[in-house]
């Protein structure tokens, strides 16, 4: 049997309200992308040959799932008009049906099955409407049936829901987080029932977990912590010291500031979302939520001075080399205004290396515009999804805490360690992260 | 920002309306003008039926006025929360410092009952 | 190490397939010296595709029509990283240009989106007279 | 890029070969059956190696006229690569999209009378 995922745009239209960073096919459910549910279903009702239609980009999703060989499958991808019926979408792909048994899945829904149950005999049953429908999809099977039903074991249940809206979205989620183990076949490990924990995950000795919880890739979860019960933690989040988190999704690529307490909420972003309402609160700093902290004047004059205090440093340290290079690299005309030059020839490299690139911006910090080290100022910023840049922890700066790390400056898990670190940083530690930009920089690759 | 004072019971109440959004860049007005009601009565009512939005500093702000108010012995009560704002408080946990109420005339009224609020952080 | 190419044509809608074949070869080929996976269509399709887009904008835009200006196209290969770079002579522009609104048929404007989709990174800078657009992809 | 055009029955399939860019891409309007905008055509693209953003182009232009004059465009057997760029853009919403000729073709058919 081969399996035919057909989801029109018009059904998930909200995803893209509520979770504008998010491909609809790829929004986690516990800690597992929604299409990977459809395509485990179809696996398990037999299928070797799957293909997903949709009338939006596929081009994120066929990142993920690449040819379906991590299943065993193969994984094909094809588009569809909004107004295809049925039939319109078997002529389509007259081709990949090839005349035999089909199951056709439509509409944005969850289906949920038992992975410890058959579902072989769906090849064999002989009807021509659907098998299960809800409002807005069916899962209906088309073309001969295969022979060889099994009188034995008679077909495992299964049903469909409408994912509709946040609040559907929110239930199944924890549904799923509550039975997932035993009936979905979910990622992750877990050394006991009901808590899967991604890998590079910090976890305080000071923290607490609270069973079930699932918690995603990359994730720090800061001392004096409350984990769960009833928690979703996606993949690059950060937990920030005396939180707690319990019947609530956070969402990946998420900081959670100091201090809170989120409780029957989803967070993404610096977004919350009241999941019985679906009152969404969007606030106007990039950092979830920087906890209930007044910004001191005196601190920020202080951390000002620091900051060029060192630049002034920095500039005095530099002056020569600039002045030998700087000639040089601009009659070659490789020299650019834009700070992150291109390391082009051996003064190039040279220049890179010892930062001389971002020698003019050295003087901003002077004059109080540019922090030394906080937020990667970088004008042409690659990732699909942009953070907004505004706010008093998004520090524009000559160097990121990015650097300093060693992480890959663009990406958005770069503006979670970015955050971070603002939230965290002193001026002395500011000097130190300075210094391991700068040794960084100097000693990469060349 | 209108004000007005209320007296019930030989206890004069400040009401304060607070509208629109409340935010880093116009938290410090509200600071200062606090300390001028605070000058008038230790007991304040932020009626926050017309208040839209709140951020962390707006929250600072509130949570800074209440620190004066109890160290005065007065109090700040909040009125009307929509549920985005209600939403800070929650998560903040700002919500356990503050007597909330559904309306203006409950918080004023709720001073009256018990005058003298004995409240504990 | 770092090998660059630098190709000059001139500004002329007949050569936009040199300029795309070009790229999709130099994307294999760095493609091949990093590892065995040459199976690997979509980097090199990414190339073919943006280099393409790239050149048929520079020659749309053109002041001039003539064979004398020239685009220039400078390939850098770098470890796992393929750079591309297109210069030429046209009044400036601005590559945050809207999204083309699909529901009125549009047939132009798709390019940019293409190129910004499909490379990693995407900048443009206007210096002595010359449109300079850069885009990288990490393999 | 090599244009073949063979009639089967009122829909006329166009068969494109090989590469649609800016310098290719104004053939296409020289094909008579795409530039005749009453009749509904098949455009296989099978044998498409590399199509970019002029080519695209084309074929919604193509669309548009034909659709305005009441006649079908319909496309089939497009690689993944030349998917991809539609996928990209969005304009998969303004076609549809078969992997089969022949179906297209028997689809053509059918919706012509109606």
């Given at each position: 049997?081969?399996?035919?995922?057909?989801?029109?745009?018009?059904?998930?239209?909200?995803?893209?309200?509520a979770?504008?960073?998010?491909?609809?096919?790829l929004?986690p459910?516990?800690n597992?992308?929604f299409?990977e549910?459809l395509?485990?279903?179809?696996?398990?009702?037999g299928?070797?040959?799957v293909?997903?239609?949709s009338?939006?980009?596929?081009?994120e999703?066929?990142e993920?799932?690449?040819?379906g060989?991590?299943?065993g499958?193969?994984?094909s991808?094809a588009?569809?008009?909004p107004a295809?019926?049925?039939?319109?979408?078997?002529?389509?792909?007259?081709?990949?049906?090839g005349?035999?048994?089909?199951?056709i899945?439509t509409?944005y829904?969850?289906i949920?099955y038992?992975k410890q149950k058959?579902?072989?005999?769906?090849?064999?049953?002989?009807?021509?409407?659907?098998?299960?429908?809800?409002?807005?999809?069916?899962?209906?099977?088309k073309?001969?049936?295969e022979?060889?039903a099994?009188?034995?074991?008679?077909l495992a249940?299964?049903?469909?829901t409408?994912?509709?809206?946040v609040?559907s979205y929110?239930?199944i989620?924890?549904?799923?987080?509550?039975t997932g183990?035993?009936?979905?076949?979910l990622?992750?490990?877990?050394s006991?029932?009901?808590?899967?924990?991604?890998k590079?995950?910090?976890?305080?000795?000071?923290?607490?977990?609270?069973?079930?919880?699932?918690?995603?890739d990359?994730?720090?979860?800061?001392?004096k912590t409350?984990?769960?019960?009833?928690?979703?933690?996606?993949s690059?989040v950060v937990i920030?010291n005396g939180?707690?988190?319990?019947?609530s999704i956070i969402?990946?690529?998420t900081?959670?500031?100091?201090?809170?307490?989120i409780?029957?909420?989803?967070?993404?972003?610096?977004?919350?979302?009241?999941?019985?309402?679906?009152?969404s609160l969007t606030?106007?700093d990039?950092?979830?939520?920087?906890?209930i902290?007044?910004?001191?004047?005196?601190?920020i004059?202080k951390r000002?001075?620091?900051?060029?205090?060192?630049?002034?440093?920095?500039?005095?340290l530099?002056f020569?080399?600039?002045i030998l290079?700087?000639?040089?690299?601009?009659?070659?005309?490789?020299?650019?205004?834009?700070?992150?030059?291109?390391e082009?020839?051996?003064a190039?490299?040279?220049a890179?290396?010892?930062?001389?690139?971002r020698?003019?911006?050295?003087?901003k910090?002077?004059?109080?515009?540019?922090d030394i080290?906080?937020?990667?100022?970088?004008?042409?910023c690659?990732?699909?999804?942009s953070?907004p840049?505004?706010?008093?922890?998004?520090r524009?700066?000559v160097?990121s805490?990015?650097?300093?790390?060693?992480?890959p400056?663009?990406?958005?898990?770069?503006a979670?360690?970015?955050?971070?670190?603002?939230?965290h940083?002193?001026?002395i530690?500011?000097?130190?992260?300075?210094i391991?930009?700068?040794?960084n920089?100097?000693?990469?690759?060349r | 920002?209108?004000f007005?004072?209320?007296t019930l019971?030989?206890?004069?109440?400040?009401?304060a309306?607070?509208?629109?959004?409340?935010?880093a860049?116009?938290?410090?007005?509200?600071?200062?003008?606090?300390?001028d009601?605070?000058?008038?009565?230790?007991?304040l009512?932020?009626?926050c039926?017309?208040?839209d939005?709140?951020d962390?500093?707006?929250l600072?702000t509130?949570?800074g006025?209440l620190?004066?108010a109890?160290?005065k012995?007065?109090d700040?009560?909040?009125?009307g929360?929509n549920?985005?704002?209600?939403?800070?408080f929650?998560?903040?946990?700002?919500k356990?410092?503050?007597s909330?109420?559904?309306n203006?005339?409950e918080?004023?009224?709720?001073f009256?009952?018990?005058?003298?609020?004995?409240?504990?952080? | 190490?770092?090998s660059?190419i630098?190709?000059?044509l001139p500004c002329?809608?007949?050569f936009?397939?040199?300029?795309?074949?070009m790229?999709?070869?130099?994307?294999?080929?760095?493609?091949?010296?990093?590892?065995?996976?040459?199976?690997?269509?979509?980097?090199?399709h990414?190339?073919?595709l943006?280099?393409?887009?790239?050149?048929?904008n520079?020659v749309?835009?053109?002041?001039?029509?003539?064979?004398?200006?020239?685009?220039?196209?400078?390939f850098?290969?770098?470890?796992?990283?393929?750079m591309?770079?297109?210069?030429?002579?046209?009044?400036?522009?601005?590559?945050?240009?809207?999204?083309?609104?699909?529901?009125?048929?549009?047939?132009r404007?798709?390019?940019?989106?293409?190129?910004r989709?499909?490379?990693d990174?995407?900048?443009y800078?206007?210096?002595n007279?010359?449109?300079?657009i850069t885009?990288?992809k990490?393999l | 890029?090599?244009?073949?055009?063979t009639?089967?029955g009122?829909?006329t399939?166009?068969?494109?070969?090989?590469?649609?860019?800016s310098?290719?891409?104004?053939e296409?309007?020289?094909?008579?059956?795409?530039?005749?905008?009453l009749?509904?055509?098949?455009?296989d693209l099978?044998?498409?190696?590399?199509?970019?953003?002029?080519?695209?182009?084309?074929?919604?232009?193509?669309?548009?006229?034909?659709?305005?004059?009441?006649a079908?465009?319909?496309?089939?057997?497009m690689?993944?690569?030349?998917?991809?760029?539609?996928?990209?853009?969005?304009t998969?919403?303004?076609?549809?999209?078969?992997?089969d000729?022949s179906?297209?073709v028997?689809y053509?058919?059918?919706?012509?009378?109606?």
């Amino acid at each position: 049997m081969k399996t035919l995922i057909a989801i029109k745009e018009q059904y998930h239209t909200w995803v893209h309200e509520a979770f504008p960073a998010m491909h609809p096919l790829l929004l986690p459910l516990c800690n597992k992308p929604f299409i990977e549910y459809l395509i485990d279903f179809a696996i398990l009702a037999g299928s070797r040959e799957v293909r997903l239609l949709s009338d939006g980009q596929l081009t994120e999703v066929e990142e993920h799932c690449g040819t379906g060989s991590r299943w065993g499958i193969e994984l094909s991808y094809a588009n569809l008009h909004p107004a295809d019926d049925q039939q319109q979408l078997l002529d389509k792909n007259r081709k990949f049906c090839g005349g035999g048994r089909t199951m056709i899945l439509t509409g944005y829904n969850f289906i949920s099955y038992n992975k410890q149950k058959s579902y072989l005999d769906l090849a064999t049953i002989a009807t021509d409407t659907p098998i299960a429908s809800c409002p807005g999809g069916t899962i209906t099977l088309k073309g001969p049936p295969e022979s060889g039903a099994s009188e034995k074991s008679p077909l495992a249940p299964f049903s469909i829901t409408p994912l509709d809206s946040v609040q559907s979205y929110f239930r199944i989620s924890m549904e799923t987080l509550q039975t997932g183990s035993s009936r979905y076949v979910l990622p992750g490990y877990g050394s006991e029932p009901d808590c899967s924990i991604g890998k590079n995950v910090i976890i305080s000795k000071t923290a607490q977990i609270r069973k079930p919880v699932s918690i995603g890739d990359n994730v720090q979860i800061l001392p004096k912590t409350i984990i769960g019960p009833s928690a979703i933690i996606g993949s690059n989040v950060v937990i920030d010291n005396g939180c707690s988190v319990s019947g609530s999704i956070i969402i990946d690529n998420t900081y959670i500031g100091e201090n809170l307490e989120i409780d029957m909420r989803i967070a993404a972003g610096n977004t919350l979302i009241d999941p019985t309402s679906g009152v969404s609160l969007t606030m106007e700093d990039p950092h979830l939520l920087v906890g209930i902290k007044t910004w001191a004047t005196t601190a920020i004059l202080k951390r000002k001075t620091i900051h060029a205090l060192a630049a002034t440093i920095l500039l005095v340290l530099q002056f020569i080399p600039f002045i030998l290079l700087f000639p040089l690299l601009k009659l070659q005309g490789k020299w650019k205004d834009d700070p992150y030059m291109q390391e082009t020839g051996l003064a190039g490299a040279l220049a890179v290396a010892i930062s001389l690139d971002r020698f003019p911006l050295l003087l901003k910090v002077i004059t109080g515009k540019l922090d030394i080290i906080g937020s990667s100022s970088r004008s042409t910023c690659a990732g699909k999804h942009s953070y907004p840049d505004s706010g008093p922890l998004s520090r524009l700066a000559v160097f990121s805490y990015a650097e300093a790390e060693d992480w890959p400056v663009n990406g958005s898990d770069a503006a979670i360690v970015e955050r971070f670190h603002a939230v965290h940083s002193t001026p002395i530690k500011d000097i130190g992260m300075t210094i391991k930009a700068l040794i960084n920089r100097l000693t990469k690759g060349r | 920002m209108a004000f007005r004072l209320d007296t019930l019971n030989g206890i004069t109440v400040g009401i304060a309306e607070l509208n629109g959004r409340l935010v880093a860049e116009n938290s410090t007005i509200l600071q200062k003008t606090c300390s001028d009601w605070q000058q008038k009565t230790p007991f304040l009512v932020f009626d926050c039926s017309n208040l839209d939005f709140i951020d962390s500093s707006g929250l600072g702000t509130i949570v800074g006025c209440l620190r004066k108010a109890l160290e005065k012995n007065g109090d700040i009560k909040l009125a009307g929360l929509n549920a985005k704002v209600a939403m800070v408080f929650e998560l903040t946990k700002a919500k356990k410092l503050f007597s909330i109420f559904s309306n203006a005339g409950e918080a004023a009224a709720s001073f009256a009952a018990s005058p003298v609020s004995s409240k504990t952080q | 190490m770092k090998s660059v190419i630098t190709l000059a044509l001139p500004c002329d809608i007949r050569f936009t397939r040199l300029a795309s074949q070009m790229a999709a070869n130099t994307a294999s080929l760095l493609a091949s010296t990093c590892n065995a996976d040459t199976g690997n269509w979509e980097f090199s399709h990414a190339f073919e595709l943006a280099i393409s887009e790239a050149f048929s904008n520079a020659v749309f835009y053109s002041t001039e029509k003539t064979a004398s200006q020239k685009v220039t196209i400078t390939f850098t290969l770098e470890q796992h990283r393929l750079m591309a770079t297109i210069r030429d002579t046209n009044e400036p522009f601005s590559i945050e240009t809207p999204e083309p609104s699909i529901e009125n048929y549009p047939e132009r404007g798709y390019g940019l989106m293409l190129i910004r989709t499909v490379m990693d990174t995407v900048s443009y800078i206007r210096e002595n007279g010359e449109n300079i657009i850069t885009m990288s992809k990490q393999l | 890029m090599t244009i073949t055009e063979t009639s089967d029955g009122s829909i006329t399939i166009v068969a494109l070969c090989g590469t649609i860019d800016s310098s290719t891409a104004p053939e296409l309007h020289k094909s008579p059956a795409i530039a005749d905008t009453l009749r509904s055509v098949v455009i296989d693209l099978e044998k498409v190696d590399f199509l970019d953003s002029s080519g695209l182009g084309a074929l919604v232009g193509t669309l548009r006229l034909k659709q305005e004059a009441k006649a079908a465009v319909l496309l089939s057997c497009m690689n993944p690569r030349v998917r991809k760029v539609f996928d990209i853009t969005g304009t998969v919403k303004l076609f549809h999209i078969f992997d089969d000729t022949s179906a297209a073709v028997e689809y053509a058919a059918t919706h012509n009378e109606g």
